[in-house]
C-alpha cells in the first residue's frame, strides 16, 4: 500500500519499483508540480554507515545539471523513510524498448549512446560516477531525449550485506571486471558499463549470461564475448570495433572518456556516410570493410579487378581521382592574391605586429597575479591550488614580499595543508628513494592507516593524542590544523558512540547474564576478551569500569 504523503509530496501513484527502493509519481503540495519521489527500502536505515554514505552521495547528485540527467530536487526523511525528489520525465525505460524490438537499429544505438555519453562527461567532470548504468536506468521521451537516472545511487548500496544477499543483483551483466573485483571504479567503469549497454541494444542480450551472479562475473572477469557484429551483421564493423574497445577488461585499454567515446561514435557516422555518397550501399563491400595490405598494418580498400567489376569500376575510379588532381592544382582567388613577395612580407609584417599588442595587453599586473590565485583557491581541493602557489603567489612573494604577505599568508597556508594531506593518501608508489616522513607524519599516516582497516577507535586515539602534542607549537600549525580537520572528518563519519558501539553492548550484556546464569569460566572468557579489544578506546571508559567490576566478582566466584 503505497504511503499518501511524503515529505512534501503528495503521492498519486506506484511507477516502478527494484532492489533500491520504490518510486511514485507525486506533486508537491504547495507548487503543484510533478515529480518523481524514490522511497528507499526502511531497513536500509539501520545499516551502520548508510545515513552518511546516502547524505554524501545525495550532495554530489545536487552538482549534476545537464539535458540528459534526470534533474535531481531535494532529499529528506519522513517518519523513518529516506526519499529524495527528481525530475519526473514521461517516457520509457530502455529496458522496455528493448523487451519490445529485441535488436535497436545501429543509428538508433549510437544517438542514443552519444546521449549517454554527454551525460557521462558531465557528471564525470563532477567528480561523479554513475556505478549502475544498465537499460531501466536509462529513460528516452516521445521526441527521443535520451535521461540517465539514479546516478551515485549504487554507492550508497555498497555494503557487504547488501551485496551478498542481492541488493544490486540484476546489474550484474553490465558490471565491470574491476568492479566485479571489488576494485576502485572509476570513469571507464562506467565506459565498459556503456559498452555492455550498446552489445545488448545492438544484439538483444547482454555480452556475458549465466545461471547465477557468480558466474556471470567470473566471465566479466575473464572469459570473452562474440564481437556483436557476429549477430547484428547490418551494423558497420566500426562500431564493432568501438564495442569491442569499450568492453575490454583492463581500464587503460577502454577509451580515455567519454568525449574521446562520442567523437569516434560520430566518426563512425561520417564514414558510413562518406562510403554512401561514393556510390556504395552494400556496407561488407570493399569500402565499408578494409583488408590488411601484406608486408604492412595500413589498411587500405580492396583493388577492384577488371574494368567494370564491382560496385565502383577501375575506369570510373581512375577518372574519379585524375578529376580531383586536377581541380585540387588549380589555383583559388586567394591563391592567386599571396602569390606574391610584397603581400607575404606585408602579413607577416602584420603577424608580428599584432603578436607585440597582443603580448603587451597579455602582461599581468601584481593584483592580476593576486586575483587569479584567489580565484583558483575558491575550486575544491586540487591541483589547482598548486597553480596558484606557483604561477601567481610566489612570484609576487618574490617579486615584493613586503607587500604581499601577509595577504598570501592565509593561502599558503591551506595549500600546504593540502600537500600533507596529499602526501599522506595511501597510494601506489614508484620505487625510490622516498623522503623520511617527520615524527607527526608518521603518526598521521599511522592513523590514516587505522581508520582504513577499520580500527576507527585507535585512529581517533591517535589524532587526538597527536592534536594534544602539536598544539602551542607555531611551526606545526600546517599538521596540527590537518590533524584537527581528520579528526573532525572521523567523528562524523562513524556517527555517535551510542550508534557505533552496538557490538560492545550486546557483549556486556551477553557477560552480564553469563555472570548470573552461567559458568563463571564463560564470563570470564568473555569479559577478558572485552576488556582486551575495547580498552584503549578513550569512548569506552564507562563500558570498560563495568566489565572490571564484573570481571572481579565472577573471579570471585569458583568454577563450576
Not at 528507499?40 to 540528459?68: C, D, M, T, V, Y
Not at 572518456?257 to 558510413?272: N, P, Q
Not at 617579486?399 to 593518501?425: C, G
Not at 607527526?440 to 581517533?460: C, N, S
Request: aromatic content about 6%.
Amino acid at each position: 500500500m503505497p504511503p499518501d504523503r511524503v515529505g512534501s509530496y503528495l503521492i498519486e501513484k506506484k511507477i516502478g519499483a527494484g532492489g533500491m527502493g520504490t518510486v511514485y509519481l507525486a506533486h508537491h503540495a504547495d507548487s503543484g508540480n510533478e515529480v518523481a519521489v524514490k522511497v528507499l527500502p526502511a531497513s536500509l536505515a539501520r545499516e551502520e554507515g548508510f545515513i552518511i554514505r546516502f547524505e554524501r552521495e545525495i550532495e554530489a547528485l545536487g552538482k549534476l545539471s545537464h539535458p540528459n540527467i534526470v534533474a535531481f530536487l531535494e532529499a529528506g526523511e519522513d517518519d523513518g523513510l529516506h526519499y529524495y525528489a527528481m525530475e519526473y520525465v514521461d517516457g520509457e525505460t530502455l529496458t522496455n524498448r528493448i523487451r519490445r524490438e529485441s535488436r535497436i537499429p545501429w543509428r538508433d544505438v549510437i544517438d542514443i549512446s552519444l546521449q549517454i555519453c554527454l551525460a557521462l562527461k558531465a557528471a564525470h567532470d563532477s567528480g561523479v560516477i554513475h556505478r549502475d548504468l544498465k537499460p531501466s536506468n536509462i529513460l528516452v521521451q516521445e521526441d527521443g531525449t535520451v535521461k540517465l537516472s539514479d546516478f551515485g545511487v549504487a554507492h550508497v548500496f555498497a555494503m557487504s550485506r547488501l551485496t551478498v544477499t542481492g541488493g544490486i543483483i540484476g546489474t550484474v551483466e553490465y558490471m565491470s571486471p574491476e568492479q566485479a573485483q571489488g576494485k576502485r571504479v572509476s570513469p571507464r567503469s562506467d565506459l565498459y558499463s556503456l559498452g555492455a549497454l550498446m552489445y545488448v541494444m545492438l544484439t538483444g542480450r547482454p555480452p556475458f549470461t549465466g545461471e547465477s551472479t557468480v558466474e556471470v562475473m567470473q566471465k566479466h572477469k575473464f572469459s570473452r564475448f562474440d564481437p556483436p557484429q557476429l549477430i547484428a551483421t547490418d551494423m558497420p564493423h566500426w562500431l564493432d570495433e568501438i564495442v569491442c574497445q569499450l568492453l575490454e577488461k583492463e581500464p587503460e585499454k577502454r577509451f580515455a572518456d567519454a568525449y574521446v567515446l562520442s567523437r569516434r561514435l560520430r566518426e563512425v557516422l561520417g564514414k558510413v556516410n562518406l562510403s554512401t555518397s561514393a556510390g556504395v550501399t552494400d556496407e561488407n563491400s570493399p569500402l565499408e570493410r578494409p583488408t590488411a595490405l601484406a608486408g604492412g598494418d595500413e589498411e587500405r580498400p580492396t583493388a577492384l579487378a577488371g574494368g567494370d567489376e564491382g560496385p565502383i569500376g577501375g575506369t570510373l575510379m581512375r577518372d574519379l581521382v585524375r578529376n580531383e588532381i586536377r581541380r585540387s592544382q588549380e589555383p583559388t582567388k586567394l591563391g592567386q592574391i599571396l602569390d606574391n613577395t610584397w603581400v607575404l612580407v606585408g602579413l607577416l609584417l602584420l603577424i608580428v605586429g599584432g603578436g607585440w599588442v597582443w603580448f603587451q595587453s597579455r602582461h599581468l599586473s601584481p593584483q592580476d597575479h593576486f586575483d587569479l590565485g584567489v580565484a583558483l583557491m575558491q575550486n575544491d581541493e586540487s591541483v589547482d591550488w598548486l597553480t596558484a602557489r606557483d604561477e601567481h603567489f610566489q612570484p609576487l612573494l618574490d617579486a615584493d614580499s613586503k607587500r604581499w604577505s601577509k595577504k598570501i599568508a592565509p593561502h599558503m597556508e591551506r595549500i600546504q595543508i593540502y600537500e600533507l594531506k596529499t602526501s599522506l593518501a595511501p597510494r601506489k608508489r614508484l620505487r625510490k628513494k622516498k623522503k623520511t616522513a617527520s615524527e607527526p607524519e608518521r603518526f598521521l599516516k599511522l592513523a590514516l592507516h587505522y581508520r582504513e582497516v577499520g580500527d576507527m577507535a585507535q585512529a581517533e586515539s591517535t589524532l587526538m593524542a597527536l592534536e594534544t602534542l602539536l598544539s602551542g607549537r607555531p611551526d606545526d600549525k600546517p599538521l596540527l590544523e590537518l590533524t584537527e580537520q581528520l579528526l573532525d572528518d572521523l567523528r562524523k563519519e562513524v556517527g555517535t558512540p551510542t550508534v557505533r558501539y552496538g557490538f560492545l553492548e550486546e557483549s556486556l550484556k551477553r557477560a552480564r547474564k553469563l555472570s548470573v546464569d552461567g559458568t563463571p569460566h564463560d564470563a570470564r572468557q568473555l569479559l577478558k576478551s572485552i576488556i582486551q579489544l575495547y580498552e584503549a578506546d578513550p569512548h569506552t571508559t564507562t563500558q570498560m569500569k563495568e566489565a572490571r567490576e564484573l570481571l572481579k566478582k565472577v573471579d570471585a566466584r569458583p568454577d563450576q
